[in-house]
């Protein structure tokens, strides 16, 4: 009888020792299990507390305790405070590899199928790189909208992109003709309407998203964020960028060829211009020697003309006929003189 009693001491001994373990290890399971209701909230986050999938309470920074789960849930949520970043990847070009029903096609960008270019109000063509900066406002619509937050801002933004480039010409979205402006051909007005185009192109964005967010709101579609900027970046497509790379070096060799010709045209003036005075002076000296000359053999026959008296004028007569015949005389190689009787006289002339 005393083996048997000892040996159901020794059994009933060891149970009490298990028993006590598992009463230990209990302990313990429900101290890790309260413990993991602890949550340490950084200070660019909020904690949202959930019981039963129903928001209880918010809380700030700091050590949170909750329930442990499945009672209540700890959520962290993004402060107020905090700026994030979603790239609007809808608008990423996408290079299309060559075909196999077009084998001789290059890789290059479909416009057809690739979402990334966008239409001006003057059927330019565009392609935009963005980033959305957004703040979280509304935490139990973020919540519930978190899954699906970052495409309803992308397709947010391409509604807002749509509309601000259709509102715009394409030098109201980026400067894509410089050349034109710099030589103004382009209108005074229409490049300040442009200038400022170009510098609310952000702002525009940032409005109308941030305005469809109101209308999601109201309908009961709320995401529980406010777009605090938009940073993009405007660049023509690459096939478009070549086209308008060549007009403008085409451009600028026509305006070579221009400054050219004009350089040409301005030299071969000022020669015709040096020629023109160089024969006007020629003449002009010509004409004077004529004038002097055709003055000095007039000079007699326009003083007959201006003879006051016959007297006067045969005086006149009598000293051109004096002045000429001598001239004659000595030309002559012989002179025949005839008197009134009728006699004739030879003398020797001049030579």
Known sequence: MSGAAKGEGALSQSIGIAFRFLQLGVVVLAAVWFASGLKQ???????????????????????????????????????????????????????????????????????????????????????????????????RAWLVARDVLEPALERLFCAAAIGACARRTLDGVLVARP??????DVEAARREIDAADRERLRSDLMTGMNERLAQLEAG???????????????????????????VLSARQGAE??????????????????????????????????????????????????????????????????RERIEAILKDAQDVTAISSDGARVLLPGGK
């Open 41 to 139: 909230v950084e200070p660019d986050q909020r904690a949202v507390i959930l019981r039963f999938g129903e928001v209880v309470r918010e809380q700030g920074s700091g050590l949170v305790f909750a329930w442990p789960e499945p009672i209540e849930k700890v959520e962290l949520v993004p402060a107020a405070e905090r700026l994030l970043t979603v790239p609007v990847r809808a608008l990423t070009l996408r290079e299309t590899q060559s075909s196999s029903l077009f084998p001789g096609r290059l890789p290059g960008f479909d416009l057809r199928r690739d979402g990334g270019h966008l239409l001006t109000g003057d059927e330019g063509v565009v392609h935009l790189d963005a980033q959305v900066v957004y703040r979280v406002v509304d935490t």
């Open 179 to 184: 050349d034109l402006v710099d030589r103004g």
């Open 220 to 246: 009961g579609g709320a995401l529980g964020v406010r777009i605090e900027r938009v940073d993009v970046t405007a660049q023509l497509p690459p096939r478009a960028a070549g086209a308008f790379q060549q």
């Open 256 to 321: 070579r060829d221009v400054a050219e010709a004009r350089s040409e045209a301005q030299r071969v003036a000022q020669a015709a211009e040096s020629e023109r005075t160089a024969v006007l002076q020629d003449a002009e000296a010509k004409a004077g020697e004529l004038v002097s000359d055709a003055k000095v053999k007039t000079s007699g026959v326009v003083s007959l003309t201006q003879a006051r008296n016959m007297e006067e004028r045969r005086l006149l007569l009598a000293r051109l006929y």
